[in-house]
């Protein structure tokens, strides 16, 4: 009989061209994740907020992106991530334009953040990325995704300082301005690369081929062998039928409450403990810089070792950080809390390749996205909770320690995590493997 062993193509493969130009539009994503923290202060002073209502806007956005993120998983299912890329990022331009020219109090700057600016960014920078590559790649998954991560901290370490100047210079109106104009001038076209899968090219995975070789079982008909998780496409309804699934969405969810709230309030907590507002905006840059070769490393090893175990290490590292920032008195053991937690967002793409491993690529996004919506529960109001504590308190010491403690609970959660079975009804060829 015939059956087909995978060779690598020796041209370049076409989804390194994506992860090029998904690089480029990490690097410009990061204005938003990491450079939106340098826009609280002057924003929340600007318009009278309390740092509790600052921050409500921010933990609404996310309870928004969990409503919307299943919704988004199955639109970039159908119509794949170059349509749902461009969108986005048009969105999430308009947006940061739309906060600097009518955002005068709290419910513009509430409807703004989270209907418009905030929507652009899941739909367009995190969802349909994340699915694209998880689309092209599978042997090095977590390789391809820990570039994407990179990306976002080399964007982080160029433009957050510049962002931070820029507002204390030009005003947090006009810098948000320039922000949406550059997104929409860069990202817009950057999308135009992306195609829907490698088997819409006539490509596989990788950049493999098909080559037929002769069998030297001589059999007419394929061997069947029990599935593994890696070789099985879990629909949605197969997938939420293993505890897999929960359990993963419930350390998601764990995770993003534990370290999620500190990336808003980053700034804000620096200045807490010493740093002046640039010099904190420059510690956030630093760093995204240190987690740039450590999203490079970790995406390496994880396509070698134990993901879980990984993922793990990084939420430990994570909850060191907090109890470091929470307890220092000096300006030098900031750099030990940004050094921890680098390494902890380190893990973020792996994080995220674990789900291609263990549920596959065809639904991926779909998958993702209900994941997103349920995990989304135990971590939108963190943020609201920190800034609370800090307008009670004049201090972040009855946050951060308790982010700490569920930072080891999520890491205890992922050790228990273990590959799902394969439904009976499911078999594959023996000589057929997606890796």
């Known amino acids: 009989m015939l059956s087909r062993v995978l060779k690598t193509r020796k041209r370049v493969f076409y989804g390194w061209w994506i992860v090029a130009a998904g690089s480029g539009l990490t690097l410009t994503g990061a204005m938003h994740g990491y450079g939106f923290s340098v826009f609280f202060l002057p924003l929340s002073q600007s318009l009278g907020l309390s740092r509790t209502a600052t921050s409500l806007v921010f933990a609404a956005a996310r309870l928004e992106g969990g409503f919307e993120a299943p919704i988004a998983g199955r639109l970039i299912d159908r119509f794949g991530p170059r349509a749902m890329l461009a969108a986005g990022a048009a969105l999430a331009g308009l947006g940061y334009i739309l906060l600097g020219l009518i955002v005068r109090d709290f419910w513009s700057f509430l409807l703004v953040y989270v209907v418009v600016l905030s929507t652009g960014f899941s739909v367009g920078f995190f969802s349909a990325l994340q699915v694209a590559y998880n689309t092209w790649f599978h042997k090095y998954r977590a390789t391809v995704l820990g570039t994407l991560a990179a990306s976002n901290r080399a964007g982080a370490f160029l433009l957050v300082p510049a962002i931070s100047f820029l507002v204390y210079r030009l005003g947090w109106q006009t810098t948000a301005i ?54 099985h496409d879990f629909t949605l309804s197969e997938a939420m039928k293993t505890s897999a699934f929960w359990l993963m969405t419930l350390a998601q969810g764990v995770r993003a409450a534990a370290l999620g709230a500190v990336l808003v309030h980053a700034v804000p907590m620096l200045v807490w403990k010493g740093a002046g507002r640039q010099e904190a905006a420059n510690l956030l840059g630093t760093m995204a810089l240190i987690g740039m070769p450590g999203a490079l490393i970790m995406g390496r090893l994880a396509d070698r070792l134990n993901k879980r175990v990984l993922i793990a290490l990084g939420s430990i590292a994570g909850g060191l950080a907090l109890l470091i920032l929470n307890g220092a008195g000096e300006t030098w053991h900031l750099y030990g809390f940004i050094i921890l937690y680098a390494a902890a967002e380190s893990t973020n793409a792996v994080m995220i390749a674990i789900v291609g491993d263990f549920f596959g690529r065809k639904h991926f996004a779909t998958l993702r996205g209900v994941m997103q919506f349920f995990s989304t529960f135990p971590s939108f109001g963190m943020p609201v909770y920190a ?25 205890v959660l992922y050790l228990m995590l273990r590959p799902p079975k394969v439904p009976a009804s499911v078999s594959v060829p023996a000589g057929v493997s997606r890796g």
Do not use: C, N
Not at 195 to 222: C, K, N, Q
Not at 387 to 411: E, I
């Open 178 to 231: 320039i922000v949406g104009v550059i997104i929409i001038v860069v990202v817009v076209p950057l999308a135009q690369v992306f195609r829907r899968s490698p088997e819409s090219m006539g490509l596989l995975p990788d950049g493999a081929v098909l080559t037929p070789v002769t069998s030297p079982r001589h059999s007419s008909e394929p061997a069947e062998r029990k599935p593994k998780a890696s070789d």
């Open 387 to 411: 800034g609370w504590v800090w307008d009670r308190t004049d201090s972040y010491t009855l946050a951060l320690v308790p982010f700490a403690m569920a930072a080891v609970v999520a890491a």
